[in-house]
């Protein structure tokens, strides 16, 4: 509320102080942004488009391509989203319209725990009791889907598919989250409607879903971004081998886990500014994913006061 | 930013100087931090006014970080190159402080003795030419052992480190198509295998791989009761990694030592020398600009390398042979300490 008397001094420092704050947050980010630009120039001058076209990352004779990075950073996020899509949701659903009340809160407390423990113990629990199961599963595979390229490869445990699994239980409580508080944006007027209108609770579930879509969409893409970044679990069961590969059972490599396991040695500067080149791009593609994943989140609130306004005013349908 | 910490470390100086305690910062090799802790904290209650903190951060990070003058002294596996030394503001000497050794470790079913194994042999599975364990390149070196015919899973490191180093310095000496296709630094192009993190990231894949074979320090294999093969060295004898053999690979690599110590004791000389043996170094400039730290740093190396190496064996580090010692204190003497 906007008062008409002057301002007190108290109150400008205030509006000023916290003004700074968020003003520094955001030069944070561009000066971010900038640092990695000017630290990857090297890399950018020599090698250009190439290097996102070519595979070999030799540190050695000085050859950098980093394809199988990004290949693997891309692929091992989308499995993990194939994987924790429909159990956030699941567990999105079950919490707001299907547990009963007593059960409501332990279930948000559980699953909001997982997002709480730390990326290492993840990556420790990956190795020492993941990686050895998704082995049995690996060496247990039928000769029929071996020969498929999905599933061909020695039976090593750690490649794309431990990874994929660590990377979906990590986002799964981002997912439900916000699923669930987009689930519970959706008016209770149109739940009401559809129920009046004879619809099962499945219907009216489903109904909600759809009204609530941009919302979900935002909130699995905010798991896609979590995923995209994610470094310490990844690296410890994907078996960082930078190759190409289709198969779930090869060992792959990710941009953050590049990262995490050759920076500090890198000592040359055209190592250096080809690792920081990776750390931009991964940068840029985790802004732009979050920020997209916003609009939308955003767009299905702006998108539900209008109506919610428009039922308020309209006067009640006779029915025929 | 390094103005920054210029200027926080004038400060933290400039109090410690009031209170006339010393304060130096290193960091560098992972390999040797174990000892290096142990003499900072025995050397701080001989001398409680000097304090010097250690990071290991790993070898090509210690060597970045003093030739940015980051940290007083640093610390590495391998030694510095000519383009790196180049690259420095000023001359930085090498000191071996400790001897280690990196030593094949393995996982095959059905068989928990002992392996023995030709440098050649090891390339070529590190090359991926020698993708199974009854290949009869491997049978030939020990029979007697009813080798499974599972398929050679190799394990290395994934991130930059000093036994990746010692182990290509190794395999790059003993086969030229290695030295070819690989060559020797800290991160490497590995053509095949997968990679694990850190000793622990090896050792864990290793031993929950049946049909792995990987690499480790010789410390960490013993401390955590890993079974390693032996390996054949130059005289032909077939060594397991021990404190002894170890010891025997410097003392002859000793006989023609550079004098800046830059030498590679892999695939040493002698009949009881382990082949894949290595010092480790302290980096120090040979002019620093701050001579108190400087005069602090060599009587702290002067007692390291004298009194220190008692405290080797319990960590299970090879003491340096006392030739090497005795050149290495001249050495120590060129440093500009005042």
Redesign the interface.
Known sequence: MRSTARARPDEILFRVGTGVFAVLLISLVAAIAFELWRQSQLSIQQFGWNFWQTD??????G?FGARPFIWGTLYSSVLALLIATPVALGIAIFISELSPAWLQRPLVFFTELLAAIPSIVYGLWG??VL??II?KLEVATPAALKSLPLFSG?P???GMLSAAVVLSIMVVPFTSSIAREVLRAVPQAQREGAYALGATRWEAIRMALFYARTGIVGAVMLGFGRALGETMAV??VI???PQISLSLYA?QYTMA?VL???F????DPLYLNALVEIGMVLFVITLVINVISRAFIWSLGRQTRPRQAKAAAAPAVEPA | MKQLFTVAAAVALAGAGLTGAVQINGAGATFPAPIYTKWFSEYNKLHPEIQINYQPIGSGGGINQITHKTVFFGASDGPMTADQMNAAPGKILHFPTVLGGVVPIYNIPGYSGELQFTGPVLADIYLGKITKWNDPAIAKLNSGVNLPGTDITVVHRAEGSGTTYIWCDFLSKVSPEYKKRVGVATSVNWPVGVAGKGSDGVAALVSQTPGAVGYNELIYAIQNKIKYGSVQNQAGKFLQASLDTVTAAAAAAAKSMPPDFRVSITNAPGDDAYPISSFTWLLLYQNPSDKAQSKTMADFVKWALTDGQKYCKDLGYAPLPQNVVDMELKALATIKTQ
């Open positions: 070999t990352w030799d540190p050695v004779s050859e190795i020492f990686v050895p082995r020695p090593l445990g750690v690296t410890m078996g960082n081998t060992p886990a995490a396991n050759e500090s040695e890198a000592a």
